[in-house]
Nanobody, 115 residues
Framework: QVQLVESGGGLVQPGGSLRLSCTASTTLFSISTLGWYRQAPGKERELVAIITSGSRANYADSVQGRFTISRDNAKKTMYLQMNTLKPEDTAIYYC?????????WGQGTQVTVSS
């Protein structure tokens, strides 16, 4: 079992920035892929960004160039730096971890982009 706890969500104006954090209950070396997903009201959950154990990152087209995913193995934490936020980025953001034992999710953190 891997517990994931997200933090850093909140209300921000369009064009602003936020940094989300996801802290794992276990060493990140046991996690092959970490990712951020989001779900807006009335929509399906979608991939935002993923990062592999070798720190290779991939992004959804909608956030490419604005969001940056990173991981700090020593702190057992993954981050999502979100810049130039748009109203359409409003959603609940979920942390995901893929391990040999299974697929684990955090409880989510709300991000609202509004003036």
């Amino acid at each position: 079992q891997v517990q994931l706890v997200e933090s850093g969500g909140g209300l921000v104006q369009p064009g602003g920035s936020l940094r989300l954090s996801c802290t794992a209950s276990t060493t990140l070396f046991s996690i092959s892929t970490l990712g951020w997903y989001r779900q807006a009201p009335g929509k399906e959950r979608e991939l935002v960004a993923i990062i592999t154990s070798g720190s290779r990152a991939n992004y959804a087209d909608s956030v490419q160039g604005r969001f940056t995913i990173s991981r700090d193995n020593a702190k057992k934490t993954m981050y999502l730096q979100m810049n130039t936020l748009k109203p359409e980025d409003t959603a609940i953001y979920y942390c995901n971890a893929v391990t040999l034992s299974g697929n684990f999710w955090g409880q989510g953190t709300q991000v609202t982009v509004s003036s």
